[in-house]
């Protein structure tokens, strides 16, 4: 079966450095996704994709962050200035449809900032 | 405000038995509720949608409910298997957004044998 693959599985950083945290969705898929789950908390919505621009996004989701479609395949999740409150699972998710529908998640970069 | 509510406290059942899990929500109005199978450092798994204007959805060991009116969702796992041991967690996209599914916090099943 198709998978969203994500790279790195761990990424370790210092306060303050940038990170690029990479993902494939599944090539005919149009919807992309990233959620964050801190330790021990729930699944957290951060910003939908389409279209080659942003459909929705959180509070969370603030000037920090920011999302690319560079190519064809990839999509990227781009977190400027760390903080020790950003270390947490990142996931990729991608549908072929909207988030009404199935949504395929990677299993995950986790982030480290020290 | 906003809240999807699972039980976040761990289900303990014995192997065999039917497992059910609630979502309760409120001052949301979703057109389709979802559930997610969760391991532990994996990324979510689909396991069911159900729509507004259906009452039951089945696949193999699996049922869900959707109660519009009471704002809630039975999960169910019949027969189960220590293998069903995992967090479940049911999402929804707010009513007015179109792209954007919230999960709530989860119930971790544990199906002793």
């Known amino acids: 079966e198709p998978e969203v693959t994500q790279t790195p599985s761990h990424q370790v950083t210092q306060m303050g450095q940038e990170v690029i945290l990479r993902c494939v969705p599944i090539?005919?898929?149009?919807?992309f996704y990233w959620y964050r789950q801190i330790l021990g908390q729930k699944v957290e919505f951060l910003v939908s994709f389409y279209n080659n621009e942003i459909s929705e996004k959180s509070e969370i989701f603030d000037d920090q962050f920011s999302v690319e479609r560079p190519d064809g395949s990839n999509f990227t999740l781009k977190i400027r200035s760390t903080k020790l409150e950003d270390s947490a699972m990142y996931f990729c998710?991608?549908?072929?449809?909207?988030?009404?529908?199935?949504?395929?998640f990677g299993s995950g970069t986790q982030l480290s900032v020290l | 405000s906003q809240k999807i509510e699972q039980n976040s406290e761990a289900l303990n059942i014995q192997e065999g038995k039917t497992a059910t899990l609630t979502c309760n929500y409120t001052?949301?109005?979703?057109?389709?509720l979802q559930w997610y199978r969760q391991d532990p450092g994996r990324g979510p798994v689909f396991l069911l949608l159900i729509r507004e204007n259906e009452k039951e959805k089945r696949k193999e060991r699996l049922k869900v409910t959707f109660d519009t009116t009471l704002k809630q969702s039975l999960f169910h796992i019949t027969a189960s298997q220590p293998a069903d041991s995992a967090t479940y967690l049911c999402a929804l996209v707010p009513s007015g957004g179109y792209n954007k599914l919230i999960f709530g916090a989860g119930t971790r099943l544990a199906v002793h044998p």
């Open positions: 090539s005919n898929h149009l919807y």
């Open positions: 998710a991608s549908s072929d449809r909207t988030a009404n529908e199935k949504l395929f």
């Open positions: 001052n949301y109005s979703p057109a389709y």
